[in-house]
T-cell receptor
């Protein structure tokens, strides 16, 4: 079992639906991340939150809207997605981001998203 | 722009042999390099981290080397087992951003 919990595990939605992905960690980590992973490709960073503030947005389309309500929770709100957005969405957390950049990231098992 | 490459998409070896995976990077001088394992349908799991001034790091049957002159890291699994079969990802963190950039991954298959 991973220490980062993501729900739901699977999600099928139409292009006009609104849904949210949830991520939770109780390791006291102050940095949280969203990644997108397509089949047979590595994870690609979407967003970074540091101390509940958005610090990196990798030019992600506005149909993806992240939210960090508190230090343990991270949401990804989805609206008007396209079929090419079908992928595995991974959440990760780490100790506070340092100048050295040596913090390992702890990943959840992801939400498998399919857009019809 | 920064680039990180893992030389092999797939590596097949016999049980008991040593698996060696290669990770090369360009246009960047990272202070740290990380290795992760990913099983099908699961998220990546952190394995090892090595600093630029460390030549080698070990953890049980795993060994990582870091050559900043060659801009290369090697990842070794000794006495490999079928349970080691997975995709292995190397990754660089860019400074104080937390931004993790992964290589394409090498899928290791250990045959009994």
């Amino acid at each position: 079992d991973t220490e980062v919990t993501q729900t739901p595990k699977h999600l099928v939605m139409g292009m006009t639906n609104k849904k949210s992905l949830k991520c939770e960690q109780h390791m006291g980590h102050r940095a949280m991340y969203w990644y997108k992973q397509k089949a047979k490709k590595p994870p690609e960073l979407m967003f970074v939150y540091s101390y509940e503030k958005l610090s990196i947005n990798e030019s992600v389309p506005s149909r993806f809207s992240p939210e960090c309500p508190n230090s343990s929770l991270l949401n990804l709100h989805l609206h008007a997605l396209q079929p090419e957005d079908s992928a595995l969405y991974l959440c990760a957390s780490s100790q506070a981001i340092t100048v050295a950049g040596n913090q390992p990231q702890h990943f959840g098992d992801g939400t498998r998203l399919s857009i019809l | 722009s920064q680039k990180i490459e893992q030389n092999s998409e797939a590596l097949n070896i016999q049980e008991g042999k040593t698996a060696t995976l290669t990770c090369n990077y360009t246009n960047y001088s990272p202070a740290y390099l990380q290795w992760y394992r990913q099983d099908p349908g699961r998220g990546p799991v952190f394995l090892l981290l090595i600093r630029e001034n460390e030549k080698e790091k070990r953890k049980e049957r795993l060994k990582v080397t870091f050559d900043t002159t060659l801009k290369q890291s090697l990842f070794h699994i000794t006495a490999s087992q079928p349970a080691d079969s997975a995709t292995y990802l190397c990754a660089l963190v860019f400074g104080n951003t937390g931004k993790l950039i992964f290589g394409q991954g090498t899928t290791l298959q250990v045959k009994p």
